[in-house]
């Protein structure tokens, strides 16, 4: 079975930056399409990045495009989140996911899940 472990949250400035990491164990992480989402209290998980298999494409949510960057190592079986200029609505807890087929905005569409990382940015 695959397992996702997040890590990296904390609590932040305003305009502080932050590195989520996700490992994943199991096999076949490099044919693995990779995505972060947040769910903020009171409000519906987002999508917020997502990268393919080979990481030769990305894609962002509006709301986080040119501040956030997915990343990923596939020889380490890992993926990044680097956050930039982090903004208080940036608070949620970020989790981690693995996708199989093809890349959605859809968070039911993605087959494993982390356990989240708490990221707090206060103004």
């Known amino acids: 079975q695959v397992q996702l472990v997040e890590s990296g949250g904390g609590l932040v400035q305003a305009g502080d930056s932050l590195r989520l990491s996700c490992v994943v164990s199991g096999r076949g992480f490099s044919s693995y399409a990779m995505g972060w989402f947040r769910q903020a209290p009171g409000k519906e998980r987002e999508f917020t990045a997502a990268i393919t298999a080979n990481g030769g494409i990305t894609y962002y949510a509006d709301s986080v495009k040119g501040r956030f960057t997915i990343s990923r190592d596939n020889a380490k079986n890992t993926v990044f989140l680097q956050m930039n200029s982090l903004k208080p609505e940036d608070t949620a807890v970020y989790y981690c996911?693995?996708?199989?087929?093809?890349?959605?905005?859809?968070?039911?569409?993605?087959?494993?899940w982390g356990q989240g990382t708490q990221v707090t940015v206060s103004s």
């Open positions: 996911a693995s996708e199989r087929a093809l890349i959605t905005r859809n968070s039911r569409s993605w087959d494993y």
